[in-house]
């Protein structure tokens, strides 16, 4: 079983900073895409942000400039430094893995549980 977890949502001021992290656990083979998505109260999920197994990145337009992702292939982690954050990007934060479980060996694509970033203006 492949399980996700995400960490380091909370309330920020606007202007201010927020790192998320997440770790991939479990019977993982190959971890593929790993990305960011946020939902806000009535609005539909969206993407944040996504890394390649291989590093390449794609941002939403709306964090471009202000958030990067990155990760640590060794650790199955991915982290999202946010900055510059504003009153819109307040929400649940979620991590989605894709990738090959190991047994049984197929492909996988699991979400975490998500973790609340709150916004002050």
């Known amino acids: 079983q492949v399980q996700v977890v995400e960490s380091g949502g909370g309330l920020v001021q606007a202007g201010g900073s927020l790192t998320l992290s997440c770790v991939a656990s479990?019977?993982?083979?190959?971890?593929?895409?790993m990305g960011w998505y946020r939902q806000a109260p009535g609005k539909q999920r969206e993407l944040v942000a996504s890394?390649?197994?291989?590093?390449?990145?794609n941002y939403a337009d709306s964090v471009k400039g202000r958030f990067t992702i990155s990760r640590d292939n060794g650790k199955n982690t991915v982290v999202l430094q946010m900055s510059s954050l504003k009153p819109d990007d307040a929400a649940t934060y979620y991590c989605?893995?894709?990738?090959?479980?190991?047994?049984?060996?197929?492909?996988?694509?699991?979400w975490g549980q998500g973790t609340l970033v709150t916004v002050s203006s």
């Open positions: 989605k893995i894709n990738g090959v479980s190991m047994t049984p060996y197929r492909s996988l694509e699991v």
């Open positions: 479990g019977s993982i083979s190959t971890l593929n895409a």
């Open positions: 890394i390649t197994g291989r590093g390449t990145t």
